[in-house]
C-alpha cells in the first residue's frame, strides 16, 4: 500500500479483526473450560460420596444403589470398570488418585467419573446436562443420610469433615431455625419434610434448604452460583489484551514512518552543514518513499549546482582575464600610437574583444537559465528541413574556407515537422555547425531522420574528431581539450554544455561518435511530439 493513511488504517483494520476472533475464540474456549470446572466443584462433593459409599457395598448392593440414587438425582448412573470406560492414560492417573473428571460429550452434557475401588478398578459414571433442582435436592438427601447416623450435637462437625473430605465446591452448614433466613412459608415447608429453594443476590444464586428430622438443624446448600460467561474481570482482561495489540500494532507502524523521516532529518542536517553527498534511502513507494527520492533529487540538483557554479566562478574568471588584458593592452598602445592608422588598428581590436566578452556573457546567461532549473518551454511545430537550410545560410559564410552542406535528411511520410521550442532547437543547432566549423579541415555536413516516435539532428566534420575517452567530458562547461580542440579554435567551452541542456529539456539526449567524414559526429535526439512544457527526470 502507497497511502500512509491505508497502511495505518488497514493495519488498526487487521489488529482489531485480529483481536475481535481472539477475544470470542478465547472466551469460548475459556468458558468451556470454565463450565467444565463449575460442574466439576457442584457435582463432585456429590459424586465423590456416593463412590465413598459404595466402595465398602458388594456388586448387587452397588447396582442397587446406583438406581436408587439414579432415581434421587434424575440421571443414569452406573458402575463401570476402567477398561470398560477406556480412559486416557493421563485421566486415568487422575481418577485413581481420587481426582473427579469432567468429560465433555456433546455440548451443553458432560459425563462425570468418580472412583470407588482403585483396587477392582471400578468407577461411578453419570452423565449430566444441567445442574438441575433435582440434583441439589439429591444432594442435600444424601448428606442428611449420612449425618443421622451421628449424634445431633456432632452432626456439625461431622458435615465440616464431609465437605474437607469429599470436595464439595460451596457452602454446606447447619443453621438452627431462628438463624435461618426463611419466611413462614418456608418455614411450614421444612416442618412438613420438604426441600425449599430460596434465591439470593437478585436471583444470581440458590440456596437449598432441608430440616434434620428429630433435631434442631437446618441443612443449608450453597450459595449455587450459575456459570457467568461474561465476569468482568475476564471481558476486562480481552479489553486490556485488545489496547495493547493495538497500541502495539501502532508503535510498530509509526516507529517505521519516524525511522525513515528521521533519516531524512538527519540528511537535510547534514546538507545544510556542507555535507552535499549526504542521501536518503528511498526504498519504499509511499509517501515517505516519494519524499525520499524527491530530497535525493533535489540534493543532487542542488550539490550539482553548486559544482557549476564553482566552476563557472573559476572558469568566468579565467575566461575574462584574457580578453580584459587584451582591452588593456590595446588602449595603452592606442594611447601610444603615433599615427591614425595604428590607432584605428587598436581600437578595431578592442571592438574584437568588447565582441568576444559579449558573446561570453551572452552563453552564460543561456547556459545559467537551462541549468539552474525548468525553463519556460512553448513547444511548436518546427520544420527541421527549413530549418537546417536557414542556420547553413547564416553561419556558412563565416568561414568560407569550410564547405558547410546538406547530408542525408530522412523523413516518413508525415514529413519533416517535429515538436520543438523554435528558439532554443536553433540555438542548439547553431552551436553544432559552429563548433564543427572551427574544427573541420574542409567540410561539414548536417543532415536529419525523423520517423513516428523519434527526431535527430546529426552534424559532422571532417577535423581530428574527439578520442572515445573524451566523449563526455566535452559536455562539460569551460571545457576545451587539448591537441587539436584547444583555445586557438576558439569558443569560451559552453556550447555543447548549452546543447546537451536544450536536448534534456526537449525530453531526449545527445552524443558524439566518430563520423564518416573522418572527424566527429554530434547528434541531438528527442521525441517527435511533445505534451506542454516538458521536465522530465532528473
Known amino acids: 500500500m502507497n497511502s500512509i493513511f491505508l497502511r495505518i488504517y488497514g493495519g488498526m483494520l487487521a489488529v482489531l479483526v485480529l483481536v475481535g476472533l481472539?477475544?470470542?475464540?478465547?472466551?469460548?474456549?475459556?468458558?468451556?473450560?470454565?463450565?467444565?470446572?463449575?460442574?466439576?466443584?457442584?457435582?463432585?462433593?456429590?459424586?465423590?460420596?456416593?463412590?465413598?459409599?459404595?466402595?465398602?457395598?458388594?456388586?448387587?448392593?452397588?447396582?442397587?444403589?446406583?438406581?436408587?440414587?439414579?432415581?434421587?438425582?434424575?440421571?443414569?448412573?452406573?458402575?463401570?470398570?476402567?477398561?470398560?470406560?477406556?480412559?486416557?492414560?493421563?485421566?486415568?492417573?487422575?481418577?485413581?488418585?481420587?481426582?473427579?473428571?469432567?468429560?465433555?460429550?456433546?455440548?451443553?452434557?458432560?459425563t462425570i467419573y468418580s472412583l470407588v475401588s482403585a483396587d477392582d478398578r471400578l468407577a461411578l459414571t453419570g452423565e449430566v446436562e444441567q445442574l438441575s433442582e433435582q440434583l441439589a435436592r439429591a444432594t442435600i438427601y444424601l448428606l442428611i443420610d449420612e449425618l443421622i447416623r451421628y449424634p445431633e450435637a456432632e452432626q456439625p462437625q461431622r458435615l465440616a469433615e464431609l465437605k474437607a473430605a469429599r470436595g464439595f465446591g460451596y457452602p454446606l452448614e447447619l443453621l438452627t431455625r431462628d438463624s435461618a433466613s426463611l419466611d413462614d412459608d418456608q418455614r411450614r415447608r421444612l416442618d412438613e419434610g420438604d426441600t425449599v429453594m430460596a434465591l439470593v443476590n437478585g436471583g444470581e444464586a440458590i440456596r437449598v434448604f432441608a430440616a434434620i428430622a428429630?433435631?434442631?438443624?437446618?441443612?443449608?446448600?450453597?450459595?449455587?452460583?450459575?456459570?457467568n460467561p461474561y465476569p468482568p474481570e475476564l471481558l476486562i482482561f480481552i479489553g486490556v489484551l485488545g489496547l495493547s495489540l493495538i497500541g502495539l500494532t501502532v508503535y510498530l507502524l509509526v516507529r517505521q514512518l519516524e525511522r525513515r523521516l528521521r533519516g531524512v532529518e538527519r540528511a537535510a542536517t547534514r546538507i545544510a552543514t556542507g555535507q552535499l553527498d549526504a542521501r536518503v534511502p528511498d526504498a519504499?513507494?509511499?509517501?515517505?518513499?516519494?519524499?525520499?527520492?524527491?530530497?535525493?533529487?533535489?540534493?543532487?540538483?542542488?550539490?550539482?549546482?553548486?559544482a557549476v557554479q564553482r566552476e563557472m566562478v573559476s572558469a568566468v574568471a579565467h575566461e575574462l582575464r584574457t580578453p580584459v588584458a587584451r582591452l588593456r593592452f590595446g588602449l595603452e598602445m592606442a594611447g601610444s600610437a603615433q599615427t591614425p592608422e595604428a590607432r584605428n588598428r587598436y581600437l578595431g581590436d578592442m571592438d574584437g574583444d568588447i565582441d568576444d566578452l559579449d558573446r561570453?556573457?551572452?552563453?552564460?546567461?543561456?547556459?545559467?537559465?537551462?541549468?539552474?532549473?525548468?525553463?519556460e518551454l512553448t513547444f511548436k511545430q518546427v520544420d527541421l528541413s527549413a530549418l537546417v537550410d536557414q542556420v547553413i545560410g547564416e553561419l556558412a559564410p563565416l568561414?568560407?574556407?569550410?564547405?558547410?552542406?546538406?547530408?542525408?535528411?530522412?523523413?516518413?511520410?508525415?514529413?519533416?515537422?517535429?515538436d520543438a521550442e523554435p528558439h532554443y532547437l536553433r540555438r542548439a543547432l547553431s552551436n553544432l555547425i559552429s563548433n564543427a566549423m572551427r574544427h573541420a579541415e574542409t567540410r561539414?555536413?548536417?543532415?536529419?531522420?525523423?520517423?513516428?516516435?523519434?527526431?535527430?539532428?546529426?552534424v559532422d566534420d571532417d577535423g581530428p574528431g574527439v578520442p572515445e575517452e573524451a566523449w563526455e567530458k566535452v559536455f562539460a562547461p569551460f571545457l576545451r581539450l587539448d591537441d587539436s580542440r584547444t583555445r586557438a579554435s576558439g569558443g569560451h567551452g559552453l556550447g555543447l554544455s548549452i546543447v546537451r541542456?536544450?536536448?534534456?529539456?526537449?525530453?531526449?539526449?545527445?552524443?558524439i561518435g566518430h563520423s564518416e567524414l573522418g572527424g566527429a559526429r554530434?547528434?541531438?535526439?528527442?521525441?517527435?511530439?511533445?505534451?506542454?512544457?516538458?521536465?522530465?527526470?532528473?
Not at 428429630?214 to 456459570?227: A, E, F, N, V, Y
Not at 541542456?501 to 552524443?511: D, E, F, L, P, V
Open 22 to 110: 481472539l477475544g470470542a475464540g478465547g472466551l469460548h474456549l475459556l468458558n468451556q473450560v470454565r463450565a467444565d470446572h463449575h460442574r466439576e466443584a457442584l457435582a463432585a462433593g456429590t459424586f465423590r460420596l456416593m463412590a465413598h459409599n459404595m466402595s465398602s457395598m458388594t456388586p448387587i448392593e452397588r447396582r442397587q444403589a446406583a438406581n436408587l440414587w439414579g432415581r434421587l438425582l434424575g440421571i443414569p448412573l452406573r458402575v463401570r470398570t476402567l477398561e470398560d470406560i477406556r480412559l486416557e492414560s493421563g485421566l486415568e492417573a487422575r481418577l485413581l488418585r481420587g481426582q473427579v473428571l469432567v468429560e465433555q460429550i456433546r455440548p451443553g452434557s458432560v
Open 214 to 227: 428429630g433435631t434442631p438443624w437446618i441443612m443449608s446448600l450453597g450459595p449455587l452460583r450459575q456459570l
Open 284 to 306: 519504499g513507494t509511499d509517501s515517505v518513499g516519494r519524499l525520499a527520492k524527491a530530497f535525493n533529487g533535489m540534493a543532487s540538483h542542488l550539490q550539482r549546482l553548486l
Open 360 to 375: 561570453l556573457v551572452d552563453e552564460m546567461l543561456v547556459y545559467t537559465r537551462l541549468e539552474r532549473g525548468s525553463p
Open 399 to 418: 568561414r568560407p574556407n569550410v564547405r558547410v552542406e546538406r547530408g542525408a535528411c530522412v523523413a516518413n511520410d508525415t514529413g519533416s515537422v517535429v
Open 444 to 458: 561539414v555536413q548536417v543532415g536529419f531522420v525523423v520517423d513516428a516516435e523519434r527526431a535527430q539532428l546529426m
Open 501 to 511: 541542456r536544450i536536448t534534456y529539456w526537449h525530453g531526449g539526449r545527445s552524443q
Open 522 to 538: 554530434f547528434t541531438l535526439i528527442w521525441p517527435r511530439r511533445q505534451t506542454g512544457s516538458r521536465l522530465p527526470a532528473q
